[in-house]
């Protein structure tokens, strides 16, 4: 009999998610072992236990998910699991906190294909603006599109300082520069709409982050996405459902239920890669914008 | 493949109650995941959760299940639930907090049975005394009789406030009245015995709630029935497989394993309906009763 | 359909262990389910409640497993928890904290095996020094060398008072004597040794308890076995993987991996027989110590 898939869920919060949970199971996982309240030190000592308890080929089939509400928390574990795997005891990998690796994959993802295919253009070079990106998915769509190469913008709702400090730990993490900026005014949030060509739109549910007055200023706008599913949605204008839809300023929309769409395939399929590869797979927000861009 | 059916356990204590887990497993279910310590508040964004990672037809296969210690609060997070719940997102609800429910609905269609079959006469009409009225058992029981058209006194060993405000609670919820009444002194508990036809004794474990003298005082009680299974049971003289045995008063006895095994079939069938069933469920106690009454 | 085998996996600690989810699902359990920072006065309801929501028939394929880091806290559950079964509902249960009842019975049963085949002589007589006698492998090698008719020194490096309560405590609870001996300084540990016939060392990962000197200072040490995995080893000169290779002073070494190998199989081999006996069991590390023999 082929070993099971088991699949130990790691949350630095309260309760595992559901969401997670059920994604898991319905990829294949044969069994899923919820973990709460994990810190980082925790962390190298529940992968070397969960390592060196099968035969390697079974440790394949073993797997190690961090959930959470924090994307640097997630990348930390992330790293310390990794250095505590031994070879040939290796076992797979994947963060996805709040969902919002996966949820920023598919937005970036959504973004370059209708910027290529309508556009004609790519992310490399492209002037991007992400709002709400103190967030989890703010912060990973900002990442996944400076290592594509566009010129990204961070905004804080807060004022500068957050955004500082992530744009210095994205540099030191990551290799890429992002610029913060103070987006605490609205005439900011719209001053900075009108230097961009694209919008990514992470705040929180149900809070308007661009009006139809922001965006008809915003006369260089080729994109504005937004993954804020719950009334007031994120732009104004911008369905849910919406793939590219022309706005009355001449930007595209991308609404959050067709990335939301993605997103659930693109977990799912990050899920069955861990039951099904050959070999020990570390997954992050990178690693779903990569299978978002095959899914779309 | 069809889609693998998931229970996402909440409880209110420290602990799951390994008895339903078994019991959810052996009803079907394939993957069962607890969630401890839960507060009400976090109901919602739990049920969310659970809800939207699955496409519909999946979703149906997913449930939650609501234990603990306190009726009322089960039942208030079953409400939250519900309120929870998108078409055509929707999941399974079940709530039996220290299997209270199902307990008290197999108590019930018990008496139910007896009354009907030996001594000619419906639920309805009943004058029925509750006693540990403010237990999880005794709190359904109260309501299901009363839902049923009974007169049903809740009696508390603490005095009248706990029960005077459990009935306000009651009414306001359920839209029956049932009689506070104090029985914090051994004469009150006969006193109230003699003015009643059927006692449902739902005290705690290895407490003696009617003495044979209480019992032969008690003129037209008809039926007295018991969930306590410890030693000293909860009615003298009647004994733990009783189905209606006559007691030397005349009343006839129904005991705690007599209800308990109809209480298992009761929440073994409701974790299987959640299972099998082809629209979404919300199960509390009175489709505790409603199962009770077709197993007996 | 047969009863799916549901294994309810308590720990005293944060975490469930991960090593032991593995092995119980590998051994054949088809769901386990975590319950943490469990306290010994939780057991019996716990026990309870896991033992009577299933037939008897399925009771047999539930099982409960102590984990923790702390041996005698888990004798204590474990008897609190047989305490509480009631036939014909009876269910298994094993207890494995830090997998040390498993670690200690396969380094034992290693001894055994040397030094009858190597040196014609049985553990019966044999004067063996524990050092990390504190710990929970050394607690438990102890108790099964003594149980075994072995002279048994245990060693504490914090002085003499925690192996002497130990030792009372072992006598207690096991009926053998084994003798407390200070090895806070150095030369008390190499006293010790040329004391002795055979050392298990069940120190800290990457404390080495024997230098080369020490052992060329035991002219009647016979064997030297250790459980530390992590450089530096124990035993100097001892190799991971040695099975009984003599050492320059002509003593055998038994390596942390030779022992970590014999006890992958003999907890494997225990959950094992939780899955498929047809009684219900009651597993320590004596239990451990019987199969560990019969593998190797």
């Known amino acids: 009999m082929a070993a099971k898939s088991i699949l130990h869920m790691l949350s630095t919060l309260k309760h595992m998610s559901p969401f997670d ?4 199971i319905d990829a294949g996982f044969d069994v899923a072992i919820p973990y709460t309240n994990v810190t980082l030190d925790e962390v190298t000592a529940l992968v070397q236990d969960a390592m060196f308890s099968r035969a390697p080929s079974a440790a394949l089939r073993t797997g190690i998910f961090f959930a959470g509400r ?24 994947f963060a996805d906190p709040y969902g919002s690796f996966t949820t920023a994959g598919a937005m970036v993802a959504f973004v370059e294909k209708v910027l290529r295919e309508k556009k004609g253009r790519e992310l490399k070079g492209a002037k991007i603006v992400v709002y709400g990106a103190t967030g989890v998915v703010g912060y990973s769509s900002a990442v996944i599109a400076a290592l594509e190469g566009a010129e990204v913008t961070i905004v804080g709702y807060s004022g500068l300082d957050r955004v500082t400090v992530q744009a210095e730990e994205i540099e030191k993490r990551f290799g890429v520069k992002v610029t913060p ?12 709409l009108v230097e961009h060509e694209i919008a990514l739109c992470a705040a929180r549910a149900g809070v308007q982050v661009l009006s139809a007055e ?3 200023a915003a006369k260089s706008l080729l994109i504005a996405a937004d993954v804020n599913a719950v009334p007031p949605l994120g732009v ?7 793939k590219g839809v022309e706005l009355p300023s001449g930007a595209l929309g991308i609404g959050a239920l067709a990335i939301g769409d993605i997103k659930y395939g693109t977990e799912a399929g990050l899920f069955k890669q861990m039951t099904t590869s050959d070999k020990p797979l570390r997954l992050d927000f990178r690693h779903a914008f990569a299978l978002a861009r095959s899914l779309l």
């Open 181 to 192: 900026a103070d987006g605490s005014k609205s005439e900011q949030v719209r001053a900075l």
């Open 236 to 242: 104004e204008g911008v369905k849910l459902h919406d």
């Open 214 to 216: 922001d965006l008809a």
């Open 70 to 93: 924090d994307a640097v928390l997630a990348l930390d574990m992330l790293d310390a699991a990794e250095k505590a795997l031994l070879k040939p005891f290796e076992i797979s990998l």
């Open 21 to 24: 949970v059920n994604m898991a």
